[in-house]
């Protein structure tokens, strides 16, 4: 398994940033789901998150709720999840199970976790969890050897990104923006100062998420942040891809074009 | 304010009774169920709203003007009627309704909503969103956004939207904007998430004006204690009228505002029984039902952890229930707690039984319920069948049927 100690190892000896991709698992099919990742992986993503689909996505915009709806219409399970991430880990990047709560609750927070460390996976990104609820989740995870990463947000308190930080192992996902997950025209002026005032209380790399869509607006965020984390775009590129291989090749364009903008 | 200004809302009749452990802790718990399962960018404007109803709630001038409006405006106090010719049907039982239908906008909603309104303008802010399933909380917060000159968006399921059309086309009327929510069920859930998206995006004008019992805290709390109200006057009017507590009190439950409205001024007397009566749809055994507290498992669902209708992989589950108010696959985490106490029981009346008793009150006292609220009536009478002729069941009749007519037209032939 890939650490996401070792990503940022190796991109801060590169003296650049991360770059994080999401995909949902089962999109755009359980196997198109595993091919687009590793697209993903060989156009420069050092890690991948997967998506658990989950049926009320309450923090998501239409573009990857359209994604989820379609991967639980294919049936996606936990099983599959399961699989994705260990095809995706095959690949050598440090891949993530990024996914609301109750998913876990349900299915047993220890067999979650074992799991996902049997598959090969590297860590959890849970936004909905918070600091307070997430004691059980983080000792789970430290038992199996995976990460958690929580999130901050622009309306953080310095109280609230502490505690967060403090529950937070591989990395600090700062999300941009108020609002849900969608590429935006620019991104926000909020995220630069998240990054200054997160660093303040954490020596763990910290990566930026939401509104993130093009080269350019990634090469600005690897000015500051560690990291890079792109969502939306990749998912448009294969929802107006006429086919999977259509698809396919519009990822790789635009994973190579984001690498080019982490390391601009 | 002198007394005999009739109903005159105290501190104490906000704040609860302080028995039986009824405020929720410091994270919002009670028990294990509630707390917050939300995006960590929503948790400033929770606490926001946490800090400042904490002092409304003990600030005299807030209580007056919420008592004001509830007087002046919703038409409280309510009263009770005793129906007897419909209580012919439990078994001789004595029946008694809290006319919540008798409020102002028709039903119980108007009385959190106008608490909640008057706490938006506290908070400094200028719009409310709201989520609707039946639409009349819809219509009681476009209600109280139009009274006190605020922005209004409505959130309901596509779904909703057109099996009550009225309910939208009176919120446009009162000047809010309805959005149709295409995604997921189309019902009341997805309505939430919308909403929910609507909020972290503009939270810094906005307040999301919860309509239920359920969501992450401090809205379980919050919607709890201005419904209150409800019971608060009942249980006073039962010992004017009868002399006496009723045996037992019964409420219809979607996400449970107004059971809990009606249940809460009587947790701490424990010889009265507090029965919640679900939707029980096509039948249990269908698998189409909203049954959450009867057939649901733990789990969290819109930022708080309660019953919920899901699988095995926490999946939520599609509820349904002709009636839309009690479409829900979630609850709200006091009635959770309520029933792994004991404290309260929770059956499921399908929509044929809801509809029977819809049609008895109709034809023997003159009342078109909701068909909510139809829930908790023929809950009633079998209640009345199992406690005998010398019992006194106080139902919440908490809504009227004006904007269920449709419904009934087609499930009638009328």
Redesign the interface.
């Known amino acids: 398994m890939t650490t996401l100690a070792s990503v940022f190892d190796k991109a801060r000896a590169e003296k650049r940033a991360a770059l994080v991709g999401y995909l949902p698992a089962g999109f755009p099919s359980k196997d198109g789901g595993v091919a687009a990742a590793t697209a993903m992986v060989e156009a420069g993503c050092d890690v991948i998150e997967i998506g658990l689909p989950y049926s009320d996505p309450l923090m998501d915009g239409p573009t990857i709720q359209d994604a989820v709806h379609r991967s639980l219409l294919n049936g996606t399970r936990i099983a599959d999840v399961m699989r994705t991430v260990e095809g995706v880990a095959a690949t050598g990047a440090a891949t993530l199970v990024m996914t609301y709560w109750n998913p876990i609750d349900r299915y047993g927070v220890e067999r979650f976790a074992r799991e996902l460390a049997a598959a090969g996976g590297a860590g959890t990104i849970t936004p909905d969890l918070t600091p307070e609820e997430s004691g059980p989740w983080r000792e789970a995870s430290a038992a199996a050897g995976i990460d958690t990463v929580f999130l901050v947000a622009p309306s953080s308190t310095e109280e609230r990104i502490r505690a967060v930080a403090e529950c937070c192992t591989g990395f600090v996902y700062a999300a941009s923006l108020m609002g849900v997950t969608g590429a935006r025209e620019t991104v926000s002026s909020a995220a630069e100062s998240l990054v200054k005032r997160t660093r303040a209380h954490t020596d763990l790399p910290v990566c930026v998420g939401l509104g993130v869509g093009t080269g350019a607006q990634a090469a600005e965020v690897a000015g500051y942040a560690d990291g890079v984390i792109v969502g939306s775009a990749f998912i448009r590129r294969i929802l107006d891809a006429p086919d999977e291989a259509a698809g396919l090749l519009a990822v790789r364009e635009l994973g190579a074009e984001m690498a080019r903008g982490v390391r601009a | 304010m002198t007394a005999t200004d009739g109903f005159v809302l105290t501190a104490a009749d906000l704040a609860g009774n302080g028995v039986h452990g009824d405020d929720p802790d410091l994270?919002g718990k009670f028990g294990i169920f509630g707390?917050?399962?939300?995006?960590?960018?929503?948790?400033?404007?929770l606490d926001e709203v946490a800090a400042e109803y904490a002092k409304a709630k003990v600030d005299v001038a807030f209580l007056r003007e919420f008592d004001h409006l509830l007087r002046t405006y919703a038409g409280r106090p309510t009263t009770l009627t005793e129906v007897p010719r419909f209580a012919e049907q439990a078994g001789g039982a004595r029946i008694v309704l809290k006319r919540e239908d008798l409020t102002h906008t028709g039903a119980h909603k108007i009385n959190n909503v106008l608490g909640q309104a008057l706490l938006t303008k506290r908070l400094g802010k200028t719009r409310v969103i709201a989520e609707t399933g039946a639409g009349q909380h819809g219509v009681a917060t476009a209600t109280a956004a139009a009274l006190l000159g605020l922005e209004c968006v409505i959130y309901m399921g596509a779904v909703d939207c057109e099996r009550q059309a009225l309910n939208v086309a009176r919120m446009k009327l009162l000047g809010a904007t309805v959005v149709p929510v295409h995604?997921?069920s189309q019902t009341l859930?997805?309505a939430?998430?919308e909403a929910?998206?609507d909020w972290?995006?503009n939270?810094?004008r906005t307040h999301y004006l919860f309509g239920t019992v359920a969501g992450p805290h401090p809205f379980p709390e919050i919607v709890r204690d201005f419904a209150r109200i409800i019971g608060v006057e009942a249980r006073r009017q039962m010992l004017e009228l009868t002399g006496r507590l009723p045996d037992a009190v019964a409420a219809a439950v979607g996400g449970g505002s107004n059971a809990i409205g009606i249940f809460h001024a009587f947790i701490g007397d424990e010889a009265v029984q507090l029965h919640g009566y679900e939707a029980a749809g096509h039948g249990i055994s269908s698998g189409r039902h909203a049954a959450t507290l009867t057939e649901g498992?733990v789990?969290?669902?819109?930022?708080s952890r309660t019953y919920?209708l899901?699988d095995?992989?926490?999946?939520?589950i599609d509820s349904h229930s002709i009636s839309a108010g009690l479409d829900y696959p979630g609850v709200g985490p006091e009635h959770a707690w309520l029933k792994d106490t004991g404290r309260g029981t929770y059956h499921a009346i399908t929509d044929a039984e809801a509809m029977d008793a819809f049609a008895l009150l109709a034809r023997t006292e003159g009342i078109i319920p909701a068909i909510e609220s139809s829930h908790a009536l023929a809950g009633a009478l079998k209640l009345g069948r199992e406690l005998g002729p010398e019992a006194t069941i106080l139902v919440n009749l908490s809504g009227r049927g004006d904007k269920d007519m449709g419904t009934a037209m087609k499930y009638f032939n009328l």
């Open positions: 994270y707390g917050r399962y939300v995006p960590e960018a929503l948790i400033p404007a995604n997921g859930k997805d939430i998430n929910f998206r972290v995006t939270v810094d498992s789990g969290v669902l819109h930022g919920v899901q095995e992989e926490g999946q939520t």
